[in-house]
């Protein structure tokens, strides 16, 4: 059982930052991968950024270069900064884990319910 949960959420005004937090628990793998994706009612999930066990990152076209995901591996968690928020960047960001697929592959399945595990989210609203 893989436990995964979100911290680090919040409101913030239009260029500010915010770190988001994801802490892993329970049977984790080496070759884990994990990323973060967003959801708002109505629209499609948005994998937006994934980091493999090699360390390879990947990002959505929508926050390359605002963003940057990274992961302590001794402690289990993995962060997401966020830089520079926009408004269409206000959602519930929730991370997810895998295993045995590259930060690329990652990137086009994370929101799929069948990639791995889910967190169940943060809520980050920026105005």
């Known amino acids: 059982h893989v436990q995964l949960v979100e911290s680090g959420g919040g409101s913030v005004q239009a260029g500010g930052s915010l770190r988001l937090s994801c802490a892993a628990s329970?049977?984790?793998?080496?070759?884990?991968?994990m990323g973060w994706f967003r959801e708002v009612p109505g629209k499609e999930r948005e994998g937006i950024a994934t980091i493999d066990s090699g360390g390879i990152t990947a990002y959505a076209d929508s926050v390359k270069g605002r963003f940057t995901i990274s992961k302590d591996n001794a402690k289990n968690i993995l962060y997401l900064q966020m830089d520079n928020l926009k408004p269409e960047d206000s959602a519930t960001y929730r991370c997810?884990?895998?295993?045995?697929?590259?930060?690329?592959?990652?990137?086009?399945?994370?929101?799929?319910?069948?990639?791995?595990?889910w967190g169940e989210g943060t809520q980050v609203t920026v105005s």
């Open positions: 997810a884990a895998s295993w045995d697929v590259t930060a690329i592959e990652a990137l086009g399945r994370i929101a799929d319910p069948a990639f791995g595990y």
């Open positions: 329970g049977r984790t793998y080496i070759k884990w991968c």
